[in-house]
Structures are given as structure tokens and as C-alpha cells.
């Protein structure tokens, strides 16, 4: 199995506080193909894609085709360096050198000149989106992984971010969490149902959607 031939899911499990979170999860999700990772609150999908990003360990079953992916992710919680701007939050994950206009790919979200000048703690909860956006879509990877990405932002807002990350997905795969089906029709993603283990009342973490 190599990245050619995509990632696959075989027959995952994970069980938190007692509780079964997963439960012989299978599936594949070629290269370059965007999925939408789809299912109720708290059913499993962030842990999920942290076993598949290499973040949790599943206690059983196996992922194949991850071992020389670089993956970028915006997580639920933004992450950002609050101290820094928009601009410096971007910059660190790029490689000395990018050629990449930051600013201007924080303008294409719709960000002022004034947004970009602010530390990330003085930002809006939408405007700290759509920096963790971009800092994800900029960052040198295989795989974007966006879980729950566009939470907080209006309904322009969101179709501005849409046309951004799509601008630079550039044959990369795209793993969507989502609840919203009119957010993986954007991106023409397969929708993969995700539904927790033993019914809703087992105990996923707590950074679990």
C-alpha cells in the first residue's frame, strides 16, 4: 500500500471511557478525492480522522496508505498564536522561502487590511475561521482535513471561504466533518456516514463532535 494508492480503513475500533466510539469502521478514500465524514454529534467522526492523521491509535484494525502523507487539519478549536497577527499565524506553518502572498490569501477570505493588522486574540470568533482556514489550505500537505472548518462564519462569508479552500486544493485530498449537507455538495464530496458504536449514549472524548 502506498499514497498512489490512497488510504484505507480496515475494520477500526476505538472505545473510550468504557464506551464503544467505533466499531469495525471500514472504508477507503482515494487520492485526491474529497469525503465528507457525516453522522450525529459526539458519533465518532473527529476521532476518527485523528487515527487517521496519526493522532490516536485505534485499538483495532489498521490504516493503510498515510505513511508519507503530510497532513494539514483546522481543528474545531482555531489554535491560532493569539499574540500574533493573522499574517504571522499563516507564516509559521510555511517553508522559508514560500512563495505564497499571504495577505492576499487572508484578503480572498474576507479579511480588512485592519483584521490582518490585529493580534489573533482581538479577532471575532468568524475571523479566527478563516485565519485557521487559510493556515491550513497554505500549509505545505497530501491531506486537508477540515472538521467542522466553517462553524461561526454568515452565510457570504461561508461561500467566500468555500471559493478559497476550493481555489487551493490542487488535487489534494479533502476530508470534510461535517453535519451540513449543502457543505459537502460544495465540494463535491462523497459522503461517508459515520455512526458511533452501541448506540448514542457510549462516551466519546471530549474535543469528539
Not at 472504508?27 to 496519526?54: D, F, Y
Not at 487559510?134 to 472538521?147: F, G, H, I, T, Y
Amino acid at each position: 500500500m502506498n499514497a498512489a494508492s490512497g488510504i484505507v480503513l480496515e475494520h477500526l475500533g476505538k472505545t473510550f471511557g468504557g464506551g464503544p466510539v467505533l466499531q469495525g469502521f471500514s472504508a477507503s478514500v482515494a487520492p485526491g478525492e474529497a469525503v465528507a465524514l457525516m453522522g450525529a454529534s459526539g458519533g465518532g467522526k473527529t476521532t476518527l480522522a485523528r487515527i487517521i492523521m496519526g493522532l490516536e491509535k485505534p485499538d483495532t484494525g489498521r490504516v493503510l496508505g498515510t505513511e508519507h502523507l503530510r497532513f494539514a487539519c483546522v481543528f474545531q478549536e482555531d489554535r491560532l498564536c493569539e499574540g500574533f497577527t493573522a499574517v504571522a499565524n499563516v507564516a509559521l506553518v510555511l517553508p522559508r522561502h514560500s512563495p505564497v502572498d499571504v495577505p492576499a490569501a487572508l484578503r480572498q477570505t474576507g479579511l480588512s487590511a485592519e483584521e490582518l493588522a490585529k493580534p489573533a486574540g482581538k479577532l471575532s470568533g468568524g475571523e479566527k475561521r478563516r485565519v485557521a482556514l487559510v493556515r491550513a489550505m497554505e500549509a505545505p500537505s497530501d491531506v486537508v482535513v477540515l472538521d467542522e472548518a466553517f462553524k461561526g462564519l454568515d452565510a457570504a462569508s461561508r461561500l467566500q471561504a468555500y471559493a478559497y479552500v476550493k481555489s487551493r486544493l490542487a488535487g489534494r485530498t479533502l476530508l470534510l466533518i461535517t453535519h451540513d449537507p449543502a457543505e459537502a455538495e460544495a465540494f463535491g464530496a462523497r459522503v461517508v456516514p459515520v455512526q458511533k458504536a452501541g448506540g448514542a449514549e457510549a462516551g466519546p472524548p471530549p474535543a469528539d463532535d
